[in-house]
């Protein structure tokens, strides 16, 4: 885990205890599909898997998840997001996450789930 003065690894101008390491921690919960695609980034780079999956929508939640130790996320970009206010339930990230050597670039369905966000499936 990033010290907690150290900058979020999701791009934000903010500390990673300001940002995203509340969120993993569960003292918050993400307002908005951006911010948990933000913080979901963020898990993948420090190697958080049982946030990954407690924030993976029950009906498409893999049953366990191994992340590579070789990718080194290098940068996330958000490219564009529909809905996914504190005023909606459902929305979509599209996002571009850079590591060394590519990126990988989804349109992200996110739904809300017991009232919480949390990430269904790639759009198609």
């Known amino acids: 885990m990033p010290s907690p003065s150290a900058p979020c690894p999701c791009g ?3 500390t990673y205890a300001d940002c995203c ?3 993993h921690d569960g003292t918050r919960t993400a307002a908005t599909a951006e911010q948990l695609m933000r913080s979901r980034y963020t898990a993948f780079v420090v190697g ?3 946030y990954l999956l407690r924030t993976w ?3 498409t939640r893999p049953p366990q998840l191994e992340l590579s130790p070789n990718i080194r996320w290098t940068g996330l970009e958000i ?3 529909t809905d ?3 005023f909606h339930t459902e929305g979509t990230v599209e996002f ?3 590591y060394k050597g590519g990126a990988q670039q989804e349109n992200s369905a996110f739904t809300r789930e017991h009232g919480q966000w949390t990430y269904l499936n790639p759009v198609r």
Do not use: I, N, V, Y
């Open 48 to 50: 958080d898997t049982a």
């Open 96 to 98: 571009r996450a850079s």
């Open 12 to 14: 934000l101008p903010a």
């Open 57 to 59: 929508h029950s009906s």
């Open 79 to 81: 490219l564009h997001t």
């Open 84 to 86: 996914g206010t504190p």
């Open 21 to 23: 390491g509340g969120l």
